[in-house]
């Protein structure tokens, strides 16, 4: 593990560092709202080399209209590399949130800590890292990596609620020299750190196309969040879905494939689903949304993928997303149209008893309001793990023809029914009869109705009337 940075040349006039930085806070904050602090401190290990500020901008601003702690890094400046005066500047406006309560939204450029400060730069890379461990239990925090990050430099993001991560962005622990001479691999930064392999592992939750693109997803983000822990979630107007009936996006037939995100248009208000690390554990998405303006977080299995099994990373996703919502009191709301767990070798090996068993206690322990969907099936585990009446689910319904059951009709048949269809004189015909009968006795929405498992059949065209009506129902429960 490599924190330290190879510093770049000091840059020739004072305060020449400031500028990215500055127009980075700018961009994020409201008009004329960015106000500094310890905008003259320099360090005093580098004599005639010091700069004003020591390669960072911090201070508070609004992101519409609601105050913010924010700094930004400059990598214009000895590289990024960080200091015992730019660690203080940090630790004190982190320091600063958790007093005021507001949330963090940071500029990561750093190369790690600075070679010329040693073991004073690493003290410094602790105390952030201690304040981002403690805010985590006080207010959002949000890191946009808009250069280089590496070393101590991917810490501090990884312990924050949200990365953004710029198209142009790399983050490691080593560089690639150092895996190099270590190892012998002959890697590009961008293989070894880009934005698309860290989608692909969970570390970044969403990509920008530029500096500005990044402050606008980040002020998205803070839209759907509250001030800090407690706070109130912010209100948006309301607006209609995009499509009419959510059943027009969701085929009959529960082995035809379809995108979840078309079916979920049918239910939040337009334009109000913001997705978080598409890219990552597929066969499940999360995303931020609006019912009736209320902010909700949204999880729901992605039939295009794989199904919409629940494998290692799907489990590990919607486990992190539902502690994080639960955490700033965000309602969820879960749609489900899955078969399963992912049977196999593989996912054994992997830990999907481990990693599963992570989805069922968040869910479990959860204290904000969360209802339930069944659109089209629900079977096994995976029934219980999506936020089922037995994990302590608020409301839970389901659509007429939804299936919902230990397995499907046609797998139980074939176990249930063995004998029988060996010695069937037509087994073809045998095996259709009998994986009716089952689905009618054992899985249908009427069935579990019955059984209390669920509190409501409802037509689909119903869904976002039930769901807004339950989360006022519900309103803000304590905590």
């Given at each position: 593990?490599?924190?330290?940075?190879?510093?770049g040349?000091?840059?020739?006039?004072?305060?020449?560092a400031?500028?990215?930085?500055?127009?980075?806070?700018?961009?994020l904050?409201?008009?004329g709202?960015?106000?500094?602090?310890r905008?003259?401190?320099?360090?005093?290990?580098l004599?005639?080399?010091?700069?004003?500020?020591?390669?960072?901008?911090?201070?508070?601003?609004?992101?519409?209209?609601?105050r913010?702690?924010?700094?930004?890094?400059?990598?214009?400046?000895?590289g990024?590399?960080?200091?015992?005066?730019?660690?203080?500047?940090?630790?004190r406006?982190?320091?600063m949130?958790?007093?005021?309560?507001l949330?963090?939204v940071?500029?990561i450029?750093?190369?790690?800590?600075?070679?010329?400060?040693?073991?004073a730069?690493?003290?410094?890379?602790?105390?952030?890292?201690?304040?981002?461990?403690?805010?985590?239990t006080?207010?959002?925090?949000?890191?946009?990596i808009?250069?280089l990050?590496?070393?101590?430099?991917?810490?501090?993001?990884a312990?924050?609620?949200?990365?953004?991560?710029?198209?142009?962005?790399?983050?490691?622990?080593?560089?690639?020299?150092?895996?190099?001479?270590?190892?012998?691999?002959?890697?590009?930064?961008?293989?070894?750190?880009?934005?698309?392999?860290?989608?692909?592992?969970?570390?970044?939750?969403?990509?920008?196309?530029?500096?500005?693109?990044a402050?606008?997803?980040?002020q998205?983000?803070?839209g759907?969040?509250?001030?800090?822990?407690?706070?109130?979630?912010?209100?948006?107007?309301?607006?209609?879905?995009?499509?009419?009936?959510p059943?027009?996006?969701?085929?009959?037939?529960?082995?035809?494939?379809?995108?979840?995100?078309?079916?979920?248009?049918?239910?939040?208000?337009?334009?109000?689903?913001?997705?978080i690390?598409?890219?990552?554990?597929r066969?499940?998405?999360?995303s931020?949304?609006?019912?009736?303006?209320?902010?909700?977080?949204?999880?729901?299995?992605?039939?295009r993928?794989?199904?919409g099994?629940?494998?290692?990373?799907?489990?590990?996703k919607?486990?992190?997303?539902v502690?994080?919502?639960?955490?700033?009191?965000?309602?969820?709301?879960?749609?489900?149209?899955?078969?399963?767990?992912?049977?196999?070798?593989?996912?054994?090996?992997?830990?999907?008893?481990?990693?599963?068993?992570?989805?069922?206690?968040?869910?479990?322990?959860a204290r904000?309001?969360?209802?339930?969907?069944i659109?089209?099936?629900?079977?096994?585990?995976?029934?219980?793990?999506?936020?089922?009446?037995?994990?302590?689910?608020?409301?839970?319904?389901a659509?007429?023809?939804?299936?919902?059951?230990?397995?499907s009709?046609?797998?139980?048949?074939?176990?249930?029914?063995?004998?029988?269809?060996?010695?069937?004189?037509n087994?073809?015909?045998?095996?259709?009869?009998?994986?009716?009968?089952y689905?009618?006795?054992?899985l249908?929405?009427?069935?579990?109705?019955?059984?209390?498992?669920?509190?409501?059949?409802?037509e689909?065209?119903?869904?976002?009337?039930?769901?807004?009506?339950?989360?006022?129902?519900?309103?803000?429960?304590?905590?």
């Amino acid at each position: 593990m490599d924190l330290t940075a190879v510093p770049g040349e000091p840059a020739t006039s004072p305060g020449a560092a400031h500028r990215r930085s500055l127009e980075r806070l700018e961009c994020l904050c409201d008009s004329g709202s960015l106000e500094q602090i310890r905008s003259a401190v320099v360090s005093p290990r580098l004599g005639g080399n010091a700069q004003l500020g020591d390669g960072v901008v911090a201070g508070f601003g609004r992101v519409s209209g609601r105050r913010i702690a924010c700094y930004a890094q400059d990598a214009t400046f000895m590289g990024g590399s960080l200091g015992s005066a730019q660690a203080e500047t940090i630790d004190r406006v982190l320091a600063m949130a958790a007093r005021a309560r507001l949330p963090v939204v940071s500029f990561i450029e750093s190369g790690g800590a600075r070679m010329q400060e040693g073991a004073a730069a690493l003290y410094g890379y602790g105390r952030i890292f201690r304040q981002n461990v403690r805010l985590s239990t006080i207010v959002p925090q949000i890191s946009i990596i808009g250069g280089l990050a590496a070393g101590g430099g991917c810490y501090s993001p990884a312990l924050t609620d949200f990365v953004v991560m710029t198209e142009e962005a790399k983050m490691f622990l080593t560089g690639p020299r150092v895996v190099r001479e270590v190892t012998g691999e002959d890697i590009t930064a961008e293989e070894l750190g880009g934005h698309r392999m860290h989608e692909q592992n969970g570390v970044c939750h969403l990509v920008a196309s530029s500096d500005h693109a990044a402050a606008a997803l980040a002020q998205n983000l803070l839209g759907y969040l509250p001030q800090h822990v407690g706070g109130s979630l912010p209100q948006a107007v309301a607006s209609d879905p995009a499509i009419g009936d959510p059943a027009l996006e969701v085929p009959s037939s529960s082995r035809t494939v379809y995108d979840m995100r078309a079916a979920s248009a049918g239910i939040v208000d337009a334009g109000s689903l913001l997705e978080i690390s598409p890219r990552w554990g597929r066969s499940i998405l999360t995303s931020f949304a609006r019912i009736e303006g209320r902010s909700i977080g949204l999880i729901a299995s992605q039939p295009r993928y794989l199904g919409g099994v629940l494998d290692v990373e799907a489990s590990q996703k919607g486990a992190r997303f539902v502690k994080v919502c639960d955490t700033f009191g965000i309602p969820l709301v879960v749609l489900v149209d899955t078969p399963g767990f992912m049977p196999g070798r593989h996912q054994e090996e992997a830990g999907v008893i481990r990693f599963g068993s992570r989805l069922l206690q968040a869910f479990a322990a959860a204290r904000v309001p969360r209802l339930t969907v069944i659109l089209r099936k629900a079977y096994g585990g995976a029934f219980i793990a999506m936020n089922s009446k037995g994990l302590g689910a608020d409301f839970v319904f389901a659509w007429p023809d939804a299936e919902i059951g230990v397995m499907s009709a046609h797998g139980a048949t074939a176990i249930i029914h063995r004998r029988e269809l060996a010695a069937a004189a037509n087994p073809d015909l045998t095996r259709d009869e009998l994986t009716f009968a089952y689905a009618r006795e054992h899985l249908g929405a009427q069935v579990a109705a019955a059984g209390g498992f669920i509190d409501e059949v409802i037509e689909p065209s119903e869904t976002r009337a039930r769901l807004a009506g339950a989360l006022e129902i519900l309103g803000d429960r304590d905590r």
